[in-house]
C-alpha cells in the first residue's frame, strides 16, 4: 500500500496562532482527503482535494501532486480546533491513512 | 441530508462471543467501505463493497471476519469467535462511486468493540 507520513505528530498552538501540516506519500494518487477526528472520534471530512489549492474559511490546503506531498494550514487558531488531523490517500478505493497530527489550541 | 450511520455505538462483548456491526450508507452511494482504527494499528482498510459486490477483502486481518451487504445499501460487519485483539473502533465509510471525483469518502461515527 501508499505509505502516508505526516508531521509533525504533535502541535501545540497559543489562540489565534497560524500553523502547517505537511502530508507526504509514496505513490501517485487520485484521492487525498483531510480530516479532523472530533473527541468522540468522528473523521469529519475537511477537504477532498487529489490535487489543487481549496480555502475553507480559516483552513485551506494544497496538494503537489507530482512532488507527492500536501499541506494543511490552520489560521487564526481557535481552542476548537484541537484534535486530530489525518491525511489519506488512496490510488485505487482504499484509503492509506497517516499517523495523524494531535493539535492543542491553548486558550 | 442524513450521513453515515453505524449501529450499534458500543458493544461490550465476551471472548469467543459472535458479533455484528451495522452500518447504513448515505442514500444513493454505491460504495461502501469498512475500516478499524486501534491504538496500536491505527486505521486500516478491512473490505470495499461496489454494490452488494466485494471485490476486495484483502484487509480482513482472518477468515473469523465476514461481511455481507445486501440491496446496494445495508452492510454488516460479523466477527465470530471474537478475540481481545479485535477490540478496536469499527469505522464504516460511503462514497458515490469509487472513479476519481466520486470517490470522496464519508465516514460514519464507529462502533466501540471491546472484547472482554
Known amino acids: 500500500g501508499i505509505q502516508v507520513e505526516q508531521s509533525p505528530p504533535d502541535l501545540i498552538l497559543q489562540e489565534g496562532a497560524n500553523s502547517t501540516l505537511r502530508c507526504n506519500f509514496s505513490d501517485s494518487v487520485n484521492n487525498l482527503q483531510w480530516f479532523h477526528q472530533n473527541p468522540w472520534g468522528q473523521l469529519i471530512n475537511l477537504f477532498y482535494?487529489?490535487?489543487g489549492t481549496k480555502q475553507n474559511g480559516r483552513l485551506s490546503a494544497t496538494t503537489v501532486a507530482t512532488e507527492r506531498y500536501s499541506l494543511l494550514y490552520i489560521s487564526s487558531s481557535q481552542t476548537t480546533d484541537s484534535g486530530v488531523y489525518f491525511c489519506?490517500?488512496?490510488?485505487?478505493?482504499?484509503?492509506?491513512f497517516g499517523a495523524g497530527t494531535t493539535v492543542t489550541v491553548r486558550a | 441530508g442524513a450521513g453515515v450511520s453505524q449501529s450499534p455505538s458500543n458493544k461490550v462483548t465476551e471472548k469467543g462471543k459472535d458479533v455484528e456491526l451495522r452500518c447504513d450508507p448515505i442514500?444513493?452511494?454505491?460504495?461502501l467501505y469498512w475500516y478499524r482504527q486501534s491504538l496500536g494499528q491505527g486505521l486500516e482498510f478491512l473490505i470495499y463493497?461496489?454494490?452488494?459486490?466485494?471485490?476486495?477483502k484483502s484487509g480482513l486481518p482472518s477468515d473469523r471476519f465476514s461481511a455481507e451487504r445486501t440491496g446496494g445499501s445495508v452492510s454488516t460487519l460479523t466477527i465470530q469467535r471474537t478475540q481481545q485483539e479485535d477490540s478496536a473502533v469499527y469505522l464504516c465509510?460511503?462514497?458515490?462511486?469509487?472513479?476519481?471525483?466520486?470517490?470522496?469518502?464519508?465516514f460514519g461515527p464507529g462502533t466501540r468493540l471491546t472484547v472482554l
Open positions: 482535494i487529489p490535487s
Open positions: 489519506a490517500v488512496s490510488n485505487d478505493y482504499k484509503l492509506s
Open positions: 465509510a460511503s462514497s458515490r462511486g469509487s472513479q476519481t471525483i466520486y470517490n470522496e469518502q464519508f
Open positions: 442514500s444513493g452511494h454505491t460504495a
Open positions: 463493497f461496489q454494490g452488494n459486490s466485494a471485490p476486495d
